[in-house]
């Protein structure tokens, strides 16, 4: 009895699945898990078995039908919101082809937006249509003709409201400098047009700052200049301004220190590479009139080599087809003394591999 009441709860088997009602219930549009609904099998089943007679199981637009991939796209949003939203949703349209031929027929072009008229009807053909999409007018923004000359304005008139909070304003902090020792602004400057004009006349130019010549105390058009910020960092009155350099240079009839060697016109390079070039003993005027001397990939084109009867630079060298190395082996090898043909001709140099190295690749080859 115990094994009757076991064998009466086994459900009777399923017949095998029709791979070819699957296959065209497939080509219509649906998924698996629609066509196991269908078929009374589960989605995994039939997916399983469209797999092994070859078939994609995966849902594919129709592609061959004019607009098909857009309106299926569309048709799949539309049916997964209305069965989201539990909402009436038309028969015809559970299936692609029945929303294909409304959609054909409702006038439907690309570019077009798919509406509903009344949102609590649902999706009806009766409640559906399409629109043409929303396009925002941008209004087309004519340049000023004094726009140059209003972001002009507005930097001078920062630069003129920086100089009264400095002179007028104790809460600044730079009132200790300027406003505390008795620095203000002349009368004709109260006003900002005044300012304005002395500025355009006196050539302003973005990067420039305002000083007073000689530490005058008053704000005024005899008194005040436009320099740059490296003359302002020069003039500084700071404690180390004031010091002595460590050591000077003497070139040219004058004798300044390295930092104002380097800030001269006629010095090419910084001052490390002055200072490095007067430590390994150049000649003092060759050392700040020489160009810099760059390395690398830069310096292969200024260095010209004379090879086979022609004149030609590293880097042109290097692309030869006589050439097996590149730039910055050829440099290394005529530092080193290695004729021109041989140091372009040469193959690389390799060091010899250690025995043990050696065997064990040997071991490896067989």
């Known amino acids: 009895m115990a094994t009757n009441r076991r064998t009466s709860g086994i459900p009777p088997t399923k017949p095998p699945i029709d791979v070819e009602e699957a296959a065209r219930l497939l080509a219509r549009g649906l998924s698996c898990t629609e066509i196991g609904a269908e078929l009374g099998y589960h989605a995994a089943s039939i997916r399983h078995r469209l797999r092994e007679h070859g078939l994609d199981p995966r849902r594919t637009a129709p592609r061959d039908r004019k607009w098909g991939v857009k309106l299926y796209v569309l048709w799949k949003a539309i049916r997964a919101r209305g069965l989201a939203r539990d909402v009436d949703f038309c028969p015809e349209w559970k299936r692609f082809e029945g929303f ?88 004709e400057w109260n006003e900002f047009e005044p300012f304005f004009e002395w500025a355009l006349n006196a050539g302003s130019k973005p990067g420039l700052c305002l000083v007073r010549k000689g530490r005058a105390r008053v704000f005024s058009p005899a008194n005040c200049t436009w320099v740059t910020r490296l003359e302002v960092s020069r003039n500084a009155h700071h404690p180390s301004s004031k010091l002595p350099p460590r050591w000077t240079v003497t070139a040219f009839g004058e004798k300044k220190g390295p930092t104002e060697w380097a800030r001269d016109r006629r010095c090419p390079v910084s001052v490390t590479t002055l200072c490095r ?90």
Request: a positive charge; proline letters at 9%; glycine letters at 8%.
């Open 100 to 187: 294909y031929a409304w959609a054909l027929s409702s006038g439907y072009r690309p570019g077009l937006r798919f509406r509903r008229e009344v949102m609590a009807r649902g999706f009806v053909p009766s409640n559906c249509g399409w629109r043409a999409p929303l396009r925002r007018r941008r209004r087309a923004v004519e340049p000023k003709p004094d726009a140059g000359m209003r972001t002009e304005r507005e930097r001078i008139k920062a630069i003129w409201r920086g100089v009264r909070r400095h002179c007028r304003d104790p809460r600044d902090p730079a009132y200790a400098h300027y406003g505390a020792k008795g620095a203000r602004l002349c009368r």
């Open 277 to 366: 070039r007067l430590r390994s003993g150049w000649n003092t005027e060759s050392a700040l009139t020489a160009p810099p001397q760059n390395r690398g990939w830069t310096g292969l084109a200024r260095r010209s080599v004379r090879a086979f009867g022609r004149v030609q630079s590293v880097a042109e060298w290097s692309r030869d087809p006589r050439c097996s190395v590149g730039g910055l082996a050829i440099i290394k090898r005529l530092d080193r003394g290695i004729d021109p043909e041989t140091a372009i001709t040469a193959p690389p140099f390799r060091c010899p591999e250690p025995p043990q190295r050696s065997a064990r690749r040997a071991r490896r080859k067989t």
